[in-house]
């Protein structure tokens, strides 16, 4: 079939990688209804082992991965000395239904990054919630491991909601008693807004778990819609993606705003 778009080519370039097929049928086995369940695609070299490590999550849509997204994972690495991050994709989000990329070949982009980071791990998770993921990261690593998500302001807003609570506190307590969380700013929020979010009165008293980071603004403002609009009319993202999506696509940079292919 010919691409229409270069979003239909990398669509088609995953789909005929020979993990492709494995991870769909990954994904498909995954149960949103039962209890909740993450499962290991790639293992950092070393992996947490020991108890009382730190490990990043971040866990996102990644439809595509951005610079904005690999930014903040490498930064945060290093400025809070953590031994092992993880690049989650979550099979249920509780906002975004799946259109774009299939959820395989998100896998499969997020996968070819992080091979080049010796201390990521990979994998996907059956629930959106934090409080899910919290539960089902602890079966898999040792007793005693600090979790720290990475997030950016919109998903911050998100987890307070208490839309998303049977009851609120009590949830987020035991979310809070296990994990920390990383924030972003974003084109939208600096980290005076982080601040003041945080210092609401009804959820102060979970302000000494969050911490923010800060990006440079041409990372704060990258996104992935951009990504897919500019796929979608065939012009340049070098400027927006790691180098590991342009060798997927096998793309040439160019000066005139359009993207070659070959």
């Known amino acids: 079939m ?92 509780v906002d975004k239904s799946v259109f774009g990329l299939p959820l395989a070949a998100r896998l499969l982009t997020v996968r070819k990054y992080a091979e080049s980071q010796q201390a990521f791990s990979v994998g996907v998770s059956s629930h959106g919630r934090y409080i899910d993921k919290v539960v089902a990261l602890k079966s898999i690593f040792p007793p005693d491991t600090e979790f720290h998500f990475i997030v950016g302001y919109d998903t911050l807003v998100r987890i307070f909601d208490t839309k998303y609570y049977t009851d ?54 990258m996104s992935s819609t951009e990504v897919r609009e500019l796929l979608a009319r065939g012009e340049a993202i070098e400027h927006l993606v790691p180098p590991s999506i342009l060798t997927m696509l096998d793309v040439c940079p160019s000066n005139n705003k359009k993207a070659h292919i070959g």
């Open 2 to 93: 010919m691409a229409n778009s270069l979003l239909d080519l990398l669509i088609q370039k995953c789909e005929s990688h020979p993990d492709y097929g494995r991870y769909t049928e990954l994904f498909n086995r995954l149960d949103p209804s039962a209890p909740p369940q993450i499962e290991l695609v790639q293992r950092a070299a070393p992996p947490i082992l020991m108890r009382g490590k730190k490990l990043g999550i971040f866990s996102g849509s990644f439809n595509p991965l951005t610079l904005a997204h690999t930014q903040m994972v490498e930064d945060t690495v290093a400025k809070y000395e953590l031994d092992e991050l993880l690049l989650l994709l979550a099979k249920a989000n």
């Open 168 to 221: 609120f506190h009590a949830e987020l307590q035991e979310v809070f008693a296990s994990a920390r969380f990383i924030v972003a700013n974003r084109a939208e929020a600096d980290i005076q807004t982080i601040a003041s979010f945080m210092a609401q009165s009804n959820i102060r008293q979970y302000a000494a778990y969050v911490s923010s980071l800060l990006l440079p603004d041409v990372y704060a403002y």
